[in-house]
């Protein structure tokens, strides 16, 4: 599983990576976690509104920093 998160650097893009790799580690679940901070990458994307939440390409959220409950459910 890849799971990318979108974002240009700000503080809700680095807390949605944070709370990606603590929802990882409590499910058990080894993934490829990616920082895409290129505009054009993610423009690619469709997302608009940062942090995006991407998994095996497929834009699962945007525009909205997810809790660890949240980013477990859309991995399960």
Known sequence: MKIEV???GCS????LEERTHEALEEMGVTAE???VEEI???VEYGVFKTPGFVV???VKASGKVLTVKEIKKLLS
């Open 56 to 58: 095996d390409g497929e």
């Open 6 to 8: 979108l974002g240009t």
């Open 33 to 35: 976690v990616v920082k």
């Open 40 to 42: 054009d990458q993610i």
């Open 12 to 15: 809700k893009c680095k807390r």
